[in-house]
């Protein structure tokens, strides 16, 4: 079978390598000249422009979810050529999605760990800027095995090209707050596409994000979390919630206490997510906390004198409210590294805006923030690193823990 890839961002191009994995050969494009494919006997590519008479020759179409609501596709859309129209096995599954602002993975991820715990056989996947395969990935794994429950994580960006893909028998709403609000507009315009996504089907919601009981009139039935009443291997309140939100998930599928409590005992940090690395006077705690609610959620943990945080791209302006959060705090000293962009000139002035009465550090790369983080923990108790950036975090994590090791 031949399939049309249109659109190479990060979901497109993880799209095209997992069709060429399972032996497709693919026609993909992009208006973008500026797109690295890896060559391919089966591949055929066209930047800088679609040509849609090569698209209408192919059995199948991935359509990027970035370009899913774009007036010139929807006739592409109509046609029934896209893959999870043409390959319908993932259809079958008994699907939970899992969306909400932050904690989405870390959710995903135990309830996951719960379900197979109980013996079932879950696939698992969504979102490839998020760090999964990519939905593409799901629909052609779905069909190669067989499995009790599909497992998706739903990115907030798109929610319109899941509600289509899949048939989501249950939706987790973990929470909702100020990211990707370029994309939506505003925070009402978030709720509005939530409230269509839910509408039909089960969810579960967090009972203490006032915002989403609007969502329950759009519900066939609604169940709401809080936090579990016991300790995790993991920092922070945040994960109680994203644990009782898993719990409570597992219970409506039929798993019981038991399982459900074991499986969250024994669930281990994921990579680049809150990770507690113990000094013996003082503590670093890292990890990725890309939006101003992420951020403020591990601050209000801990009074953390030293900050250290990743910048975003260009133009993430809803993103700079993470160092405005930083602000607020007593902390003595707030470092910034180039995390997706280098955009600290941009940190600095919202710092200064905000009257911030400490020492604001520019640090230029992953060796800097290791040995600033390292330098600071022998003077403060608590020092932060977080912000944007994950695959820079985990590369910090790491780095912190071998030349700690190495001591």
């Known amino acids: 079978m031949d399939v049309s890839v249109v659109g190479l961002g990060v979901e497109g191009i993880n799209a095209v390598e997992s069709l060429l994995n399972h032996g497709y050969k693919v026609y993909a494009s992009d208006i973008s000249l500026n797109i690295e494919l890896n060559p391919d006997e089966g591949l055929d590519v066209d930047l800088g422009f679609h040509d849609f008479g090569k698209i209408e020759k192919t059995d199948a179409l991935v359509l990027s979810p970035g370009l899913w609501n774009k007036p010139v596709f929807q006739k592409l859309k109509s046609d029934k050529k896209l893959l999870s129209d043409v390959i319908t096995s993932h259809r079958s ?39 999964f395969k990519g939905y593409t990935e799901v629909i052609l794994e779905a069909s190669s095995d067989n499995y009790d429950i599909l497992l998706v994580e739903v990115c907030d960006m798109t929610l319109d090209f899941c509600n289509y893909t899949f048939d989501f028998d249950l939706v987790v709403v973990t929470n909702v707050g100020r990211d990707h609000l370029e994309f939506h507009q505003s925070l009402e315009n978030y709720l509005q596409s939530l409230g269509e996504f839910v509408e039909g089907k089960k969810v579960v919601l967090n009972y203490t994000t006032e915002k989403l009981g609007q969502l329950s009139d759009k519900a066939t039935e609604t169940h709401f979390f809080s936090k579990i009443p016991y300790k995790l291997n993991l920092f922070g309140d945040f994960n109680r919630e994203n644990a009782a939100a898993a719990s409570k998930t597992a219970k409506i599928v039929g798993i019981s206490d038991e399982t459900i409590k074991t499986a969250l005992k024994e669930f281990s940090v994921l990579p680049g997510r809150a990770t507690i690395i113990d000094l013996p006077h003082s503590r670093i705690v890292v990890g990725k906390t890309d939006n101003a609610d992420a951020t403020a959620a591990v601050l209000n943990e801990a009074e953390f004198q030293v900050i250290i945080l990743g910048t975003p791209r260009k133009g993430e302006i809803c993103r700079l409210e993470i160092f405005r959060e930083a602000s607020k705090t007593n902390s003595k000293i707030i470092a910034i590294f180039p995390g997706l962009d280098d955009t600290r000139d941009d940190v600095r002035k919202i710092l200064e805006e905000e009257k911030y009465p400490g020492t604001i550090h520019n640090l230029s790369n992953v060796e800097d923030v290791v040995k600033f983080a390292l330098k600071c923990s022998e003077r403060y108790p608590n020092v932060f690193i977080g912000g944007n950036g994950q695959r820079k975090i985990i590369e910090i994590t790491e780095s912190l823990k071998e030349a700690i090791s190495a001591k």
């Open 93 to 131: 599954l008994f699907t939970i999605g899992v969306t909400g602002t932050n904690g989405k993975t870390t959710t995903t991820m135990m309830i996951a760990s719960i379900l197979q715990r109980a013996g079932m056989k879950v696939l698992i996947g969504g979102n490839a800027g998020g760090g």
